[in-house]
């Protein structure tokens, strides 16, 4: 039903997936008791392509007949469904004409179905196992496509493939954690410029008012945090504050570092020390 090439005078199965090849052959041969022969091709980028041709009329009409197919109308037949399973169906007709990306690359599953009612009721087959599926046309082909990580995983699940559902939730774990290890980097990276650049502006600050009035004219209290921050660029405010004589805390070091700054700023404008 979703092979290329499905009319009274041809049917074409094709596929780029070898394994799909042996089951499509292995399937055939077991229903109608014919072995049909494969044409092997490579494609550009040396892709290897299998396609399965069958042009006798005898075939085609017993094709026709077993899967009660009607002449020029492509349509799925809910008796076969029903006889089978809608799991068994969709899986046949993920090897006819489905695909899936790798996971560590996007997130995508698609269908290339040649007709678009057939398209139209593959969504409305989907649906009903609760997977909303989008669609596009691509070089003549109606493509059904899922992207959402969670829907692929139920399709698969859905098909018989629960070890590719493993693989893909592996990845999507490895993504998470990646990704959050990522901004945690990202953050501290950023932390660290912040207190550099801090540090720089205060140790500049220390230095103009060394150089115009000297540390000495500052109290006590200020002199002590301005050397420790020229001996120590890497220091956080915190680790400034506990390795005071008296300790103080980090918004207390902070304080006096402003009263550094607006004493620096005073300078520069040609004002004199004022720690008030």
Do not use: W
């Not at 069958?54 to 009409?61: H, L």
């Not at 046309?137 to 829907?151: A, W």
């Amino acid at each position: 039903m979703f092979s290329r090439s499905l009319d009274p005078n041809r049917i074409c199965f094709q596929t780029e997936s070898s394994t799909a090849a042996e089951v499509f052959s292995h399937l055939f041969s077991n229903v109608f008791r014919i072995r049909i022969d494969c044409q092997t091709s490579v494609r550009r980028g040396g892709t290897e392509f299998f396609s399965f041709e069958i042009t006798d009329p005898e075939t085609i009409s017993a094709v026709y007949s077993t899967y009660h197919f009607i002449e020029k109308i492509r349509t799925i037949d809910s008796e076969i469904i029903a006889t089978n399973s809608l799991g068994v169906f969709t899986a046949g007709v993920f090897l006819a004409c489905g695909s899936v990306n790798d996971p560590a690359k996007e997130y995508h599953l698609e269908f290339s179905v040649p007709e678009e009612m057939l398209a139209e009721e593959l969504c409305i087959l989907l649906a009903d196992i609760g997977v909303n599926a989008g669609k596009v046309v691509r070089r003549g082909q109606h493509i059904v496509y899922i992207k959402d990580s969670e829907s692929i995983e139920d399709t698969l699940t859905f098909i018989g493939a629960q070890q590719c559902t493993l693989e893909l939730m592996n990845v999507k774990i490895y993504k998470d954690v990646r990704n959050k290890a990522n901004r945690i980097a990202n953050c501290d990276a950023a932390n660290i410029d912040k207190v550099v650049n801090a540090a720089m502006k205060q140790i500049e600050d220390i230095k103009l008012i060394e150089r115009v009035s000297g540390l000495d004219s500052l109290s006590d209290e200020l002199r002590e945090v301005a050397e420790l921050r020229l001996d120590n660029i890497d220091m956080s405010l915190q680790e400034i504050g506990e390795n005071l004589t008296e300790p103080i805390s980090r918004s207390g070091v902070n304080h006096r570092f402003k009263k550094l700054a607006k004493i620096a700023d005073s300078l520069r404008t040609g004002g004199k020390t004022d720690e008030s």
